[in-house]
């Protein structure tokens, strides 16, 4: 069974940075290209990073390009994703998937 | 970038009905196209995955078609545990994008 677990969320100010943290079990990590996904209070979800199962191609969203950074260490079963230039729009339940399995959601707010 | 626009935004609907939910993709995305069901308070689930398949586990009143540009999912008979938000993703090309999402409620 697919299981992914993120972890890493919280409060914070504007202009604050954030890591998160999703670690994968159930499947075959190494092979699966893995997105985070997001989704702001009572609004649609929002693809926002996707890294190829090598960590050989990366892409965003433009709302978070040059901000956010997807990364991953298969040898850890975990993907990342770092924030830098938190902003109140960036607030939103943060998802990691690898489409079929998606985990539970961590919470991000960013406020002042 | 490719747009998805969904319709509708709400659905109201009565138990046993046929409802329909349509996504329009702005250029071409061959069969790239998803569809996930997302409950209150609980994480997306894949239902449709390549347009037309069933994803594991996804009841087979659920289906998925294409015609051109526009893509659809159809519950044949609704009971009442389908009541739920679905959103369409395309998967093409980055960015991928996902439609507005349909709320199905109960009429």
């Known amino acids: 069974e697919v299981q992914l677990v993120e972890s890493g969320g919280g409060l914070v100010k504007p202009g604050s940075s954030l890591k998160l943290s999703c670690v994968a079990s159930g499947f075959t990590f190494s092979s699966y290209g893995m997105h985070w996904i997001r989704q702001a209070p009572k609004k649609g979800l929002e693809w926002i990073a996707l890294?190829?199962?090598?960590?050989?191609?990366?892409y965003y969203a433009d709302s978070v390009k040059g901000r956010f950074t997807i990364s991953r260490d298969n040898s850890k079963n975990t993907l990342y994703l770092e924030m830098n230039s938190l902003r109140s729009e960036d607030t939103a339940m943060y998802y990691c998937?690898?489409?079929?399995?998606w985990g539970q959601g961590v919470m991000v707010t960013v406020s002042s | 970038d490719i747009q998805m626009t969904q319709s509708p935004s709400s659905l109201p609907a009565s138990l046993g009905d046929r409802v329909t939910i349509t996504c329009r993709a702005s250029?071409?995305?061959?069969?790239?196209l998803r569809w996930f069901q997302q409950k209150p308070g609980k994480s997306p689930r894949l239902m449709i995955y390549?347009?037309?398949n069933l994803a594991a586990g996804v009841p087979s009143r659920f289906s998925g078609s294409r015609s051109g540009s526009d893509y659809s999912l159809t519950i044949s008979s609704l009971e009442s545990e389908d009541m739920a938000d679905y959103y369409c993703?395309?998967?093409?090309?980055?960015?991928?994008?996902f439609g507005a999402g349909t709320k199905l409620e109960l009429k």
């Open positions: 993703l395309q998967s093409k090309e980055s960015p991928f994008t």
């Open positions: 250029q071409d995305i061959g069969n790239y």
């Open positions: 890294i190829y199962y090598d960590s050989s191609n990366k």
């Open positions: 998937a690898n489409m079929p399995g």
């Open positions: 390549g347009a037309t």
